[in-house]
């Protein structure tokens, strides 16, 4: 069965420092998110991506958040410059259609741990 | 923002008996739910959805139960094995593309 990839499994950065978190979403999927899950809290939604462009951000999503889709199978978030509440597991998801209306399927996500 | 609550953190049953894992949504504007099952060190693997204009849907060993009168969503597993120990969390859309998870019910199966 087709699924979502993710790498590294485990990233550790020093504060400050930008990391980038990759994801390979499956092949046939137009729409592609990332969530974060904070130990012990809820799995929040970051950003939703569609046709090269955000369609859709959450607080969580400021400045110091980018993502990317370097080429046709590649879906990446970047962190700029690290804090140390960035530390969470970071899942990305994918969809066939818009996310609303249809399954979102998940990575097992990174571990980032900020020193 | 959204709440997506679940009733119970924990849930523990005998292997072979049916578990039942409950959730309450906030948003009555919420039309589409889906369950999720996440094992240790897993992402959530979808398990089942659901649309607001159904209030039942099954699959295989599992049943999803919708009361929109009280927002509140159910999931039924027959037959728990241990495999199927794990935390569940459900999810809301009350449109647009996100969802809102809830904290989570951890299932146990007792051999």
């Known amino acids: 069965e087709p699924e979502v990839t993710q790498t590294p499994s485990h990233q550790v950065t020093q504060m400050g420092q930008e990391v980038i978190l990759r994801c390979v979403p499956i092949?046939?999927?137009?729409?592609f998110y990332w969530y974060r899950q904070i130990l012990g809290q809820k799995v929040e939604f970051l950003v939703s991506?569609?046709?090269?462009?955000?369609?859709?951000k959450s607080e969580i999503f400021d400045d110091q958040f980018s993502v990317e889709r370097p080429d046709g199978s590649n879906f990446t978030l970047k962190i700029r410059s690290t804090k140390l509440e960035d530390s969470a597991m970071y899942f990305c998801?994918?969809?066939?259609?818009?996310?609303?209306?249809?399954?979102?399927?998940f990575g097992d996500g990174t571990r980032l741990s900020i020193l | 923002g959204e709440s997506v609550g679940l009733h119970l953190p924990t849930l523990s049953v005998q292997e072979g008996d049916n578990s039942i894992i409950n959730c309450a949504y906030s948003?009555?504007?919420?039309?589409?739910f889906i369950w999720y099952k996440q094992e240790s060190g897993k992402g959530p693997q979808f398990i089942i959805d659901i649309r607001s204009n159904m209030d039942k849907r099954q699959g295989q060993r599992v049943t999803v139960l919708l009361n929109k009168t009280v927002k509140h969503l159910s999931l039924q597993i027959a037959a728990t094995q241990p495999g199927d120990s794990a935390v569940y969390f459900c999810a809301e859309n009350p449109g647009g593309n996100q969802f809102y998870f809830g904290t989570g019910t951890s299932l146990t199966v007792i051999p």
């Open positions: 991506f569609y046709n090269n462009e955000i369609s859709e």
């Open positions: 092949s046939n999927h137009l729409y």
């Open positions: 998801a994918s969809s066939l259609r818009e996310g609303g209306n249809q399954p979102q399927h």
């Open positions: 948003n009555s504007a919420s039309d589409y």
